[in-house]
């Protein structure tokens, strides 16, 4: 098993959004980053855990805990010109662009912010601090453990 952070902004889609789609969970999509899409399409497997993290918002930070239910596969915004995620260089015979499916497990009772993660001598190596812009990123078990010590505080 491994371990991700997803981020979001809450006003596309937030921890909430991903709660009321229940059991069958939300394709991960519009991912337009080589580097993220190349975890999603390589790396993340279905049982994999994923903390979610809000971005571009008042409360910036880690809000909840999702699982992966199905493996990567392609997105089809990619060729749906009325899509923002469209993308005219994306051919069908040779997808550039995939998603992966996830389900909501768990919100947390506390945002970890950001300044916290900052401040935490085990979390402080994470993409989150050494390279914020990408969307999808690996954490280690130890990172993933110390997170939910953090919600538990």
Not at 11 to 36: H, P, T, V
Not at 54 to 72: T, W
Not at 82 to 95: G, I, L
Not at 124 to 152: C, P
Request: net charge positive; glycine share 4%; charged share 30%.
């Amino acid at each position: 098993m491994q371990y991700w952070i997803f981020k979001t902004e809450p006003s596309e889609f937030s921890i909430e959004d991903l709660k009321s789609k229940g059991k069958s969970g939300e394709e991960w999509n519009g991912i337009r980053n080589f580097q993220a899409r190349n975890f999603l399409r390589d790396k993340v497997k279905s049982g994999d855990q994923v903390l979610i993290y809000h971005s571009s918002c008042k409360e910036i930070g880690v809000v909840g805990l999702a699982e992966v239910i199905k493996e990567a596969f392609i997105d089809k915004l990619a060729f749906d010109s009325n899509s923002k995620y469209y993308d005219e260089k994306s051919d069908p015979e040779k997808p550039r662009w995939y998603s992966v499916q996830i389900r909501w497990v768990k919100t947390f009772d506390k945002t970890i912010s950001l300044q916290q993660i900052k401040n935490d001598n085990n979390l402080k190596e994470t993409f989150l601090v050494k390279r914020s812009r990408l969307s999808v990123g690996e954490i280690n078990q130890k990172q993933f453990e110390r997170f939910l010590k953090f919600n538990s505080l």
